[in-house]
């Protein structure tokens, strides 16, 4: 078992806010040093034309936006008070997005429209004991550059067809992977057992991938109505 990892995120995404919740509990029955590193969507996907995001819904794109201004937030914080704020800003965002109640309507467009929604980032940043004044970076592009050099560095460990998250064991030149992808948090013993499995494969010599699109959507309250059931997830 790596007592290691980097893991990628991007506060917008589903999945990865699923598995890092299930990281997190394998961090609280074993020795886990755990870097969170910002992984913007908006930037990762930019190969993704915005004809092929509005297939998916119209607030598709705005949604990446939101995520690319909480991970600014995020650097700036960063940058003033060291990496030890980054995991609990991310959860205190992601909160903010996956903690909300779930909205009328069938479908993912009703979800995706309030994952879209710009938000009040002040409070969770005056929780912390960190100045509000850092929620203006969400609309400054000077931390860009260093978000983009995460894109490179993770497009380096594991390719170029990737999404969020991505765990990057021993790193940086231990074994990284994009997933897994989970609908629901694992605790106690099921919890290192995925573990297990999935550091297994990652650092099994010429592994690659293993992959269905048919599965269940992450459950939380947001995504509440939607979970549970089979959908294809692009």
Not at 12 to 22: D, E, G, H, K, L
Not at 35 to 42: D, E, G, Q, T, V
Not at 182 to 209: K, N, Q
């Amino acid at each position: 078992m790596s007592d290691e990892l980097e893991f990628f995120f991007d506060p917008i995404c589903p999945f990865a806010w699923v598995t890092s919740r299930w990281v997190v509990e394998v961090g609280r029955q074993h020795e886990l040093a755990v870097s969170w590193r910002p992984l913007p969507l908006a930037m990762l996907n930019e190969g993704i034309s915005y004809a092929e995001r509005m297939k998916v819904s119209e607030s598709y794109p705005d949604s990446h936006r939101r995520g690319l201004e909480m991970l600014r937030v995020i650097r700036a914080a960063q940058d003033k008070h060291g990496p030890e704020v980054v995991g609990d800003l991310y959860t205190g965002f992601g909160e903010l997005v996956w903690d909300s109640p779930a909205p009328d309507g069938d479908g993912f467009d009703p979800v995706m429209r309030v994952m879209a929604q710009r938000r009040d980032l002040r409070p969770v940043l005056e929780g912390l004991g960190l100045s509000p004044a850092l929620a203006d970076a969400a609309d400054d592009d000077s931390h860009d550059a260093e978000l983009r050099a995460a894109v490179a560095d993770v497009r380096a460990r594991c390719g170029d067809d990737v999404g969020t998250p991505v765990l990057s064991f021993s790193p940086p030149d231990g074994p990284a992977l994009f997933g897994p992808v989970i609908d629901s948090v694992p605790f106690g013993e099921d919890a290192i057992r995925l573990w297990d499995a999935v550091y297994t494969l990652a650092s099994w010599p010429g592994f690659a991938e293993l992959k269905r699109s048919i599965r269940s959507f992450p459950d939380t309250p947001l995504t509440a109505r939607i979970a549970g059931g089979e959908t294809t997830v692009r």
